[in-house]
């Protein structure tokens, strides 16, 4: 639960493009505010100074609290903070993210975070310099300390909505997240596997990403669940840095991956479609093709998988994730609570069997 004060902020900042509308300029007095409120003048202080700190409205000593000449021009700006907003899968949806925050006159600015956390450091310092209407938020990772949790309890604090898109941070703990169905998308994909006759699979996955840990999970209870054979030893695990270096053209990480792997296993499930990609790349230098020897499939159905006829892959129906989110941010603007499922994926299926 918010604390009271940003509660009635909220709700103040709702009533400043009305008053300036009719041609009001003074607010209420505090006493008067407090009743509305029912709480206290230290509670409605509190109120009026995130106001004040948002640049919206102006205390003037023994006479009141005025909307400021800022007032005018509320905020319509909401920042992404993504791990690279060139990645692969990012240009369609911030183009499509930005068509629909335009509907409601708002501006989309991105800021890449390289997956570091010293760059979401710095995005983070502008977004409190600049108060923009809310911040969607990529997080670098989300199951290792994060060392800007306090920037963004200064935010929340401030007033400025904090929605996380894929994964959470621990702070603010009543942000909404625009979640993925990777448990069940995993269980999907293993039994599309078993369905062509697979008896024996690997897998590889991100492990700084709780979105990668889900999918594994969901790949282990499907095993379980088909009966298919689980090796511990057939599952590989990478982390951002070595995805970095695989962009890089060093594909060290998947060359050890393919040397490790049980011979045995005749399909890999990874965690998306560009690590999918490089896979099938990386088997063909070792003399291995796919489908033919093994079969891959995948999280995303982007066009590394579309451009391709040997990678069976997870996608959402069109615009349903970009939807989603703006309409996450659009209830986070107006201080609304919304239930936001999470987002389902369906098969698209290829020369991969």
């Known amino acids: ?26 607010l209420a007095s505090e006493e008067v505010l407090c009743s509305d409120f029912s709480c206290s003048r230290q509670t409605i202080r509190a109120a009026l100074n995130v106001l004040v700190e948002k640049g919206l409205i102006v205390k003037k000593r023994g006479s009141g609290s005025y909307l400021a000449d800022s ?16 990645e692969y899968e990012k240009p369609e949806f911030i183009s499509q993210l930005k068509g629909l925050l335009k509907k409601r006159k708002y501006d989309l600015i991105c800021y890449s975070t390289d997956h570091s956390f010293a760059k979401e450091q710095e995005a983070l310092n502008k977004i409190l310099e600049t108060n923009p209407a809310a911040v969607l938020i990529e997080p670098t990772s989300d199951v290792i300390p994060n060392p800007n949790i306090e920037l963004i309890s200064q935010i929340n604090k401030k007033g400025i909505p904090v929605i996380y898109l894929y994964s959470a941070y621990s702070e603010p703990a009543n942000a909404v997240c625009i979640k993925e169905d990777d448990l069940n ?13 697979h008896k024996k699979t690997c897998c590889i996955f991100r492990c700084d990403d709780s979105r990668g840990l889900t999918r594994y999970k969901g ?124 987002v389902r994926w369906n098969l698209h299926i290829r020369n991969s069997g």
């Open 219 to 342: 790949y282990i209870e499907a095993c379980r669940e088909y009966g298919l054979e689980f090796d511990e030893q057939s599952s590989f695990f990478f982390t951002s840095r070595d995805r970095k270096k695989l962009v890089k053209g060093d594909d060290e990480m998947l060359q050890r991956f393919i040397k490790e792997m049980d011979p045995d296993c005749t399909a890999v499930v990874c965690h998306n479609d560009e690590i999918a990609y490089r896979l099938i790349k990386a088997l063909e230098k070792r003399g291995r093709s796919v489908p033919e020897d093994i079969a891959v499939v995948s999280f995303e159905n982007s066009y590394y998988a579309k451009d391709s006829a040997n990678i069976s892959s997870l996608g959402h129906s069109e615009k349903e994730l970009t939807q989603t989110t703006a309409d996450a941010v659009f209830s986070a603007i107006d201080h609304k609570m919304i239930r936001i499922d999470p």
């Open 71 to 86: 007032s005018s021009k509320l905020p319509d700006t909401v920042v992404f903070i993504t791990g690279d907003k060139f």
């Open 1 to 26: 639960m918010e604390d009271k004060y940003l509660q009635i902020a909220y709700q103040l900042e709702s009533e400043l493009r009305r008053m300036r509308a009719a041609g009001i300029t003074k």
């Open 185 to 197: 998308g995993a269980i999907k994909l293993v039994s599309h596997l078993k369905e062509c006759g």
